[in-house]
């Protein structure tokens, strides 16, 4: 029975033998087989394994791909990518893309590494570690390097350096006046006798001559003399194969004679300035050619000196460039080199400080030379004397001008009156010279010239006398004229009018002789400059009586005091106003003559001179005058408005106490004023505003005082009017008021002041 059923269930069960693709039958089952684990190496070595159900697939590791996706080991495999190409990834700054198994690597070319700090690549300095031979330079570039032999060596086939036989190799190395030597990596050229290289052992040797530094004439300094020797004596020992540098040494005691020279006073004249400032220059081209470093700079009380040398086989090319404080030395090292080059080359720029104490004598000269003898024009060194020397010793006809640029002694802008001009020093004429040099630009500070040659250099300024214009010229005369005539009328109303005499008339009648006297010789004799001895009278006059009217006018200050302060003593003693008024300026005038006597007469004007300050003598007397008439004007006014304010004043007297007071400050604005616009004239930005002020009112101040005196005076009026009717009978005659109220203010004793 068991055994029936038994075959009866086996119909309806599977067999185990027959699972699917992937499976196997476990107890009586059908298991998944897990092929990753059973095979581990299914994928291969840059795959992952991935079993599923019945089966697996492979996927490609990072920085690898397959043809197909989720491949098995049958249809497919995995391929490195190759980054680099396909510019998946890139790299910082100056790294190499290197690819990888799977990956890739940035790496720093060769001549570079990674710094510490920091992405990207740095170079790497070969020349730390020696790199190169024995006799040769390592020169670091850029990821790389390069070995250069020292100079004197010659590079092989093999990289190794070897000795240059330069007296062989270079022709003609020393030239013909030395014996050529060869050293280990250099050479030397030992002069013949005569022929010197200036210490400079490597370069040519050219013919020596140290005539210029003997000195046969009697007048030359002491100083003089004893640098020549010492300069002769370091020339004579240049002379031959052992000649030795003293370049430095030389410098010092040059500039030290120099400084002795400048400042004793021994640079008398045409002949003796020739002397030095040859002795300079020969000096220059003996010491430059000896000096070590390439720019030598040396600073002594009175001369400052800039010296560039440079050596070489080569000639130098390009700019120099030499400066001290008061000028600036350019031109092309083609120029200073000249036609031959020895081995070395040198310029020089020497500035002198205080030459131009002696420049009285040099643009006296200058004077003797203008062209317009008749012109008066004053030359005036407007720098500092400069020296410029260059090693090519043909300079009196350069292919190629030289620059200097000087900085102004006096700062003053180019105008009509004044002209700078480039000169040099023409040692055969003894004077300066503006032959080959012109003026390229200058201004206020400082002037550019342009040389064909070199030599000594400096700025010349010149003063012209400026013409005066047409309106000005007609404006004096005609004023003046005008002024002439009404201080004539002046002086007759005061002397002859009966009705206003007194102590002011007195002052106003002297004021007036003053200012037409002052006025006349102005007009006739302010022009006589031709005459030196007239043209200081003419000065010395207007001095004397332009200083007597401003005292006539303290002393009319002093009288209107003494009226309403002192009430007591209202009148000044005819004597004593003389003494103040003709003897003051006298005095004044006598000192000036004797202290400065050239001062009266310019080349311009028969005036007082800017010169010593000597203008002075006029307007420091003349602002203590105005200074005290205010101070007098002040006082008369408060004393006035004191005694309008008491209880029983005397109106009348001080009405017309005040009429004077008023009259007495307009006239000393007047007349002073007018030379207040007259001082600004003297200053750098005077105006030709100024200039036409000061003219009108200085030549109309006759007419100033008659209108003030005379026109506005009521009694000169009332003796004018009458005057009149006399002269004219055929006039109706007019009848006038005997009142207190007409007749003229007269006080006792026929004083003709007020009565206070």
Not at 269 to 284: I, P, R
Not at 482 to 493: A, H, Y
Request: a negative charge.
């Amino acid at each position: 029975m068991l055994l029936k059923w038994t075959f009866l269930l086996g119909l309806f069960l599977p067999s185990c033998s027959g699972c699917a693709s992937g499976y196997t039958f476990v107890k009586r089952k059908c298991v998944d087989i897990d092929e990753c684990v059973t095979n581990p190496g299914l994928c291969g070595d840059h795959a992952q394994c991935f079993n599923t159900p019945g089966s697996y697939y492979c996927n490609c590791n990072e920085g690898f791909r397959s043809e197909t996706a989720n491949f098995t080991a049958t249809s497919g495999e995995c391929r490195d990518i190759n980054e680099c190409i396909e510019k998946t990834r890139e790299c910082i700054g100056d790294m190499k893309c290197v690819n990888t198994i799977g990956s890739f690597v940035c790496v720093c070319p060769p001549g570079f590494h990674e710094p510490t700090t920091g992405p990207g690549c740095e170079d790497v300095d070969e020349c730390v570690s020696s790199v190169c031979e024995v006799h040769s330079n390592c020169t670091n570039t850029l990821g790389s390097f390069h070995c250069i032999c020292t100079p004197g060596f010659l590079k092989h086939e093999n990289g190794s350096c070897t000795d240059k036989d330069e007296c062989k190799d270079v022709p003609d190395v020393c030239g013909t006046n030395a014996n050529c030597s060869n050293h280990q990596g250099s050479y030397s050229c030992k002069c013949h006798e005569g022929y010197s290289n200036y210490g400079n052992s490597q370069s040519k040797c050219t013919e020596m001559s140290c005539d210029h530094f003997e000195s046969d004439t009697e007048d030359t300094p002491v100083k003089l003399k004893t640098l020549l020797a010492l300069l002769r004596s370091s020339c004579e020992s240049l002379r031959g194969p052992n000649g030795h540098q003293t370049g430095e040494q030389l410098l010092e005691n040059l500039f030290t004679f120099t400084d002795e020279l400048l400042s004793g006073g021994n640079i008398a004249d045409g002949k003796m300035l020739n002397h030095c400032l040859d002795a300079v220059e020969n000096s220059m081209r003996l010491i430059g050619p000896q000096l070590k470093d390439p720019v030598t700079r040396m600073e002594t009380h009175n001369t400052i000196a800039e010296v560039a040398v440079m050596r070489g086989q080569t000639p130098p090319s390009g700019r120099v460039t030499l400066s001290t404080d008061s000028a600036l030395f350019s031109t092309s090292w083609e120029t200073v080199v000249g036609k031959s080059y020895p081995g070395f080359a040198f310029a020089a720029l020497v500035s002198y400080k205080d030459l131009n104490s002696s420049s009285d004598l040099l643009h006296k000269m200058s004077n003797e030379r203008s062209d317009d003898k008749e012109t008066s024009v004053t030359y005036q060194l407007n720098s500092k004397v400069v020296t410029a020397v260059v090693s090519n010793a043909e300079t009196k006809q350069l292919s190629e001008s030289v620059t200097l640029v000087f900085r102004h002694v006096e700062e003053r802008v180019e105008s009509e009156g004044m002209a700078y001009s480039c000169v040099y020093w023409d040692e055969i004429e003894g004077a300066w010279s503006g032959r080959g040099c012109k003026e390229s630009w200058s201004n206020s500070t400082h002037t550019v010239c342009s040389c064909s040659h070199l030599s000594s250099f400096a700025v010349l300024m010149a003063l012209y006398p400026v013409k005066d214009s047409f309106d000005l010229v007609l404006i004096t005369q005609v004023g003046l004229a005008l002024s002439l005539v009404c201080l004539f009328l002046c002086i007759l109303t005061f002397k002859f009018c009966r009705s206003i005499q007194g102590t002011r008339t007195s002052i106003h009648l002297h004021l007036s002789i003053c200012l037409f006297i002052a006025d006349l010789v102005f007009l006739c004799g302010i022009t006589s400059t031709h005459n030196q001895v007239a043209c200081g009278i003419v000065a010395g006059l207007l001095h004397f009586f332009f200083l007597s009217a401003f005292c006539w006018m303290l002393l009319e200050g002093v009288q209107l005091y003494r009226m309403v302060v002192l009430v007591f003593h209202t009148t000044l003693k005819h004597l004593y106003m003389c003494a103040v008024g003709y003897g003051v300026p006298l005095i004044i005038v006598t000192i000036s003559a004797i202290a400065f006597p050239a001062g009266y007469g310019t080349s311009r004007h028969c005036w007082l001179s800017l010169d010593h300050y000597f203008i002075l003598s006029f307007f420091v007397p003349v602002c203590i005058v105005i200074s005290l008439n205010c101070f007098f004007f002040i006082i008369t006014v408060w004393k006035l408005a004191q005694k309008f304010s008491s209880l029983n004043p005397d109106l009348s007297s001080l009405h017309k106490i005040r009429s004077f007071t008023v009259t007495a400050v307009a006239q000393l604005c007047v007349l002073g004023g007018t030379w207040v616009f007259g001082f600004f004239l003297f200053q750098e930005d005077g105006t030709e505003v100024m200039l036409y002020l000061f003219t009108i009112l200085n030549s109309l101040q006759g007419a100033f005082i008659f209108i003030m005196h005379c026109l506005l005076s009521k009694p000169v009026r009332t003796e004018y009017y009458t005057l009149f009717v006399r002269m004219c009978p055929h006039k109706k005659k007019v009848e006038y008021s005997t009142s207190s109220s007409q007749r003229p203010l007269r006080s006792e004793n026929s004083t003709g002041e007020s009565k206070i």
